[in-house]
C-alpha cells in the first residue's frame, strides 16, 4: 500500500542566479517510487471550477519525494475548498480531497520574509 503526504508553504526558488518567493507543495511517497513511471509529473490544484498547475517541479534523486513551484498568486482565482490532484501526464495518481485553502499554504518563516526578495507571482511567471 502506498501512502501519499503534501506539505505546502511558502519557499524561495532560484533561477538564473536569482532567487525568488514561491509557493511550493511537496509529495512525499512511502512503499512507492514516483518516477520512473513518467517524467512529465505535475501537482494541480483545483476547486471544482478553476484548476491550477505548477510552473516548475524536481523529483528527488531516490524518487520518493517531488517538489512542485506555484507562483504566489496562483491560488488567488481558486475557491477555499481545494483538491490537490498529483499527475503523471494526464493520469491521477493521487488525489488529497477536501483542503482548506486558506491554511494549506503555511507562511515562510520570519527570516526568509526578512530577505525581501521579489515574488515569482503569475505576471513574472508568463515572462520565463
Not at 17 to 40: A, F
Not at 50 to 55: A, I
Not at 57 to 62: E, Q
Not at 99 to 104: C, D
Request: charged share 15%; hydrophobic share 40%; aromatic share 10%.
Amino acid at each position: 500500500m502506498s501512502t501519499y503526504t503534501l506539505n505546502a508553504g511558502e519557499s524561495v526558488w532560484g533561477y538564473n542566479g536569482n532567487k525568488y518567493n514561491v509557493i511550493e507543495l511537496m509529495v512525499t511517497t512511502e512503499g512507492v517510487k514516483i518516477l520512473p513511471k513518467s517524467l512529465d509529473w505535475i501537482i494541480e490544484v483545483d476547486d471544482g471550477s478553476n484548476k491550477v498547475r505548477n510552473f516548475q517541479s524536481v523529483c528527488t534523486p531516490n524518487g520518493r519525494k517531488f517538489h512542485a513551484r506555484f507562483a504566489t498568486d496562483a491560488f488567488a482565482g481558486l475557491g477555499s475548498t481545494v483538491d490537490v490532484h498529483l499527475l503523471s501526464g494526464e493520469e491521477v495518481v493521487h488525489t488529497f480531497s477536501g483542503l482548506n485553502l486558506g491554511t494549506l499554504v503555511q507562511p515562510a518563516p520570519a527570516w526568509i520574509t526578512a530577505l525581501g526578495l521579489p515574488d515569482a507571482d503569475n505576471a513574472w511567471v508568463a515572462t520565463i
